[in-house]
């Protein structure tokens, strides 16, 4: 457990405290050894400045889960589904071209060749041209 220092208090020497991340990991279950959880937790049983962290943590995690996504841009959807269907689509050649010589080896007429994969078309819900940072047709103007 990582600890920092608090400032030495009037009647003894510094205590230490847990670090913020590790009160976060404790309130998200991401402390590795249940000893090091129970370890934080008692801590917190007894040290109302932890405690205070812990709690306003807490507040945080909640709001942040509160809080609806925005919608994913309809040019990155459409970048993130092209590059999917060009994945999926190499990965089915390599696997053709892979299992071609054991096709082969089974029957007596020879495997065809593994075919190049055509660029996927958009899925209907995508525009079909670039719409990305790197697509000039905003710069257009009617009648120019």
Same mark, same amino acid.
């Given at each position: 457990?990582?600890?920092?220092?608090?400032?030495?208090?009037?009647?003894?020497?510094?205590?230490?405290?847990?670090?913020?991340?590790?009160?976060?990991?404790?309130?998200?279950?991401?402390?590795?050894?249940?000893?090091?959880?129970?370890?934080?937790?008692?801590?917190?049983?007894?040290?109302?400045?932890?405690?205070?962290?812990?709690? /306003?943590?807490?507040?945080?995690?909640?709001?942040?889960?509160?809080?609806?996504?925005?919608?994913?841009?309809?040019?990155? /959807?459409?970048?993130?589904?092209?590059?999917?269907? /060009?994945?999926?689509?190499?990965?089915?050649?390599?696997?053709?071209?892979?299992?071609?010589?054991?096709?082969?080896?089974?029957?007596?007429?020879?495997?065809? @060749?593994?075919? /190049?994969?055509?660029?996927?078309?958009?899925?209907?819900?995508?525009?079909? @041209?670039?719409?990305?940072?790197?697509?000039?047709?905003?710069?257009?103007?009617?009648?120019?």
């Amino acid at each position: 457990m990582t600890a920092h220092l608090s400032s030495s208090g009037p009647t003894g020497p510094a205590e230490t405290h847990p670090s913020v991340d590790e009160l976060a990991d404790l309130a998200e279950g991401l402390v590795e050894s249940a000893d090091a959880a129970r370890t934080l937790r008692r801590h917190l049983d007894g040290c109302a400045e932890c405690r205070e962290t812990a709690d /306003a943590l807490g507040e945080v995690q909640a709001l942040l889960g509160a809080v609806e996504a925005p919608p994913m841009p309809a040019d990155v /959807a459409a970048r993130l589904d092209a590059a999917l269907a /060009a994945a999926a689509a190499s990965t089915t050649t390599e696997e053709e071209a892979e299992n071609a010589p054991l096709a082969a080896s089974r029957t007596a007429t020879p495997a065809p @060749a593994p075919r /190049a994969a055509a660029a996927p078309a958009a899925p209907p819900s995508r525009p079909a @041209a670039a719409t990305g940072p790197g697509s000039y047709t905003h710069l257009t103007r009617p009648g120019l």
